[in-house]
């Protein structure tokens, strides 16, 4: 690959990873298996290696992905010891390579393996002081997490109070997870008010342990595992020595593992382990594999992201065969038609799989699917069940090939498909019925415009006649709403008010929530500040559009065709008149401009969030910059900065900054700058 394939493959990468990161860690709602994810990582991964001039700190290759989100009430508070990931494997081969890189690192050292389950939940971090629980953070970035700790105390098996011979203040981490009983009733519950169901239980778990009612927390069924006291916490010989001390205190530590002393053992135990899992009342994805003794582990160290002490073999996604008993055709709110096999139901890694995706016509004759055929299904990542093939032995004579349709399952019309498209799309999206109660469930979503509206709502207001486009939600009154069947006085308001919040989303979400062809989250943003307004961006021509930063020729040609449509106009002038925001709002005026034409790179932890650093770089006048280069004015150096960059520093001339001379710069009468909260919150990685 070329330097100029490999810069543009890295960007797209880039993206993809993240915007799945954000929906598996955020959104509790992945759309991608782990095994899709992991692989695009590796890509990733060595082609920054291959070609290091694009390698940058902020890429998904070089950090932990984060469940933290902007806009929770949750306080953020920093983690004392990084709190990172494990790297991931599918090969027994690199589990081997592994005990050879430690064998090789070691040298005559004499040490073993501590191998666990890898549990299937969400992790956290626990601290104790005096016996007691004092607070429960997530993962979050690896340097601050979520506190959670209110919730943590509603999770059953979480000791409030430790017994035994405990140290006077110690960390421990591990998982929070949600086990198939607790998970399918709460399922049960969310289809029977109208909500949708979670994809699995670790979803489930992770949804769960941040819901801002921890009474609620209680009633989910959460249970807990602990399986690691950071070395620097406490001074044990070894981790399993340090978990056997954790068990006698009353913590709930996992009681799977073995000791290991070669790779053949380290075998057998991944062996019955893929066996016997499916024996297990909560999800496992893998097997974890550690050097036990601690003096190792310290000596190994880490990378910037994980543990060189330890590696995550992932089992591969379970399998089930089952027959087709029917094809559905789906109406997707751009008019996209997705063929959804019915099942004869299975049990797949805890759950029943009715349903599963052919994703496509072109991908029904790939697989060579036929009527009544047997089909191999599974669940990738253990999440979105997926035919990998046919069972071709036990298909029935005569069986036919199912006609893809050429018209619209819903509304009637020709499907049309253009020539670079995989998917046949129904071309009327101002008149098919499902596309239009697509769209008004995207209009409502919360990464749009948050309104208090599901499936059912949707699809009730719409028979009625009374919201066929967004504009007519706000046209709704408390009097409409108690009217209609299931709606009581307290709902109907609470509809009315979340309505009334929404016309305070900013503009960036709002154009994300008309639901234009291929403008995403990111792309809506970009597009959004650019253009600055709703008025500009209809304005703007194909080659205007072309020249905003990710935005390429296809989704530059829907945005130019979405403003060309008086119907759209129409609805934009309706909403307009209901009060929504369709103009970035200006930002502050500057402090100063003794920034004023200086790119800075930060690197490492300040007094104050890296975000707040940029914003106050960003209020004097300053550029922030993601990576080192020759345009940098300087790097603005905290504590630990990352050795790359400084590398880079001093490679190219770049002069490094620390925090007291950067303030130094800004006016003596700059706005005071937020402190941290407490001692903890200073120690970042």
Known sequence: MDREAAHSRIIELRAI?????????????????DYEYDQLMHELEALEADFPEFASADSPAAKVGSDLEKGREFVQRAHRYPMLSLSNTYSIQEVEEFSARADKALGSSSFTYCCELKFDGTAICLTYKKGRLVQALTRGDGVVGDDVTEN?????????????????EFEIRGEVLMPYAAFDRLNELRVLDDEQPFANPRNAASGSLKLMNPDE??????????YHIPAQSLDFESHDQALRAAASWGLPVADSRRICRNIDEIKDFIDYWDVHRKELPYATDGVVIKINEMAFQRELGYTAKSPRWAVAYKFKAEQALTPILSIDYQVGRTGAITPVANLEPVLLSGTMVKRATLVNE????????????YVYVEKGGEIIPKITAVEPLR??????????????PDCGTPLVREEDEA?????????CPMQIKGELLHFTGRKAMDILAGEATIGQLYSLGLAKTPADLYDLTPRQLTSLEGWKEKSALRFIASLDKSRAVPFER??????????????????????????ALAAAGE???????????????????????PVHLEEIDRLKAHGLNFSVEQPSASASDALSGKTIVISGTFSISRDDMKALIEKHGGKNSGSVSSKTSFLLSGSKPGPEKIRKCEELGVPVVDEASFLAMLPADAPAIPQAESVEQLSLF
């Open 17 to 33: 990873l993240e915007e799945n990161s954000r929906r598996y860690y955020v959104d509790n709602a992945p759309t991608m298996s």
């Open 152 to 168: 943590a105390r509603r999770i059953s098996n979480i000791p409030q109070v430790l017994h035994g011979d405990y140290p006077e």
């Open 217 to 226: 927390v209680a009633q989910r069924g959460l249970w807990c595992t602990l």
């Open 362 to 373: 072109d991908q029904i004759r790939a697989l060579d699917i036929h009527e009544g055929d």
């Open 395 to 408: 298909r029935k004579p005569g069986a036919k090939v199912p006609e893809f349709p050429r018209v619209c």
């Open 423 to 431: 998917k046949w799309f129904c071309p009327n999206s101002d008149g």
């Open 510 to 535: 709002v154009l994300f929530a008309l639901g234009i062809r291929f403008v995403g989250e990111t792309t809506a943003r970009t597009v959004a500040r650019y253009f600055g307004s709703i008025d």
């Open 543 to 565: 080659d205007d559009l072309k020249n905003v930063p990710d935005v390429g020729e296809v989704c530059a040609k829907s945005i130019y065709g979405y403003f060309r449509d």
